[in-house]
């Protein structure tokens, strides 16, 4: 189950998806996020899906691994419908039992609530799956740069993220690690009660909390001993360029989601 989560995972690759400025990659993808929001109508939603679908066809990416990023937050998503299902108010009352009911319009709400959070995850999977750790960190800091003026660490804050999703896949490999090495000395995760289960979790979060600690100074040692100070000026290997394919697609894909956030009040 920790494999699953896709979450700072990157997968290389030379499609264009790859090949796109970060910086293209980040704002399309707000734009994506932000779209989402806008989309109340289920041929509306058909158009996203068409469009996620081309999107994982051209930049090669496994659908299956998006699959596993989608069970490794089933949980969560199963608890935004438990609560958008059983707590909306108003509409027609379809069933009820005590303080919890559940209505026609809520049902509604409940299905495009969970694809919204859905093509949400996959959206921004696809992302980070395409995207190198160092290029979203320069891709962020370069779109930050204007707030340096007013005094803002964009460079800092863009390092802070980008070594906040690296070390995502890291931890949950530390984690399962801890996990195979208790279970050889017999603990058991998997029963009793919910109390004592989550007892049993001290075995993992404490040496996980302890390697995570100790990863930390160690990657402090290493930026310092190669001359990292933060605020100063930085080069870089590969500087960021936009080029023709950057401006065609964020022309494009812009466009698009413009369309679907206003489809709905186009065509209602």
Known sequence: MLRD??????????????????RVKIVLTLFFIVALFFVKRIPTFLFVLLFIVFVVKISKTPPMVLIRGLKSMAFFIGIALFFNMFFYRGGTVLFQW??????????????FMFLRIIFLIVGSSL?????????????LESLMSPLKRFGFPAGELAMMMSISLRYVPILIEEAEKIVKAQKSRGADFDTGSLKERAKKLLAILVPLFANAFRRADELAVAMESR??????????????????????????????????????????
Not at 236 to 247: Q, T, V
């Open 5 to 22: 989560i896709t979450i700072g995972q990157y997968i290389p690759g030379d499609t264009i998806v790859h090949r796109l400025d970060p």
């Open 127 to 139: 992302m980070t799956l395409t995207t190198s750790p160092i290029e979203l960190t320069d891709g």
């Open 98 to 111: 005590k303080f919890l009911q559940i209505t026609k319009e809520g049902l509604i709400f409940s299905l």
């Open 227 to 268: 001359c990292y100070f933060p605020g100063e000026e930085r080069t870089r290997m590969k500087p960021l360029a936009f080029k023709k394919r950057d401006f065609i697609a964020f022309l494009l894909v812009g466009a698009f989601f413009i369309f679907v956030g206003s489809f709905d009040v186009l065509f209602i």
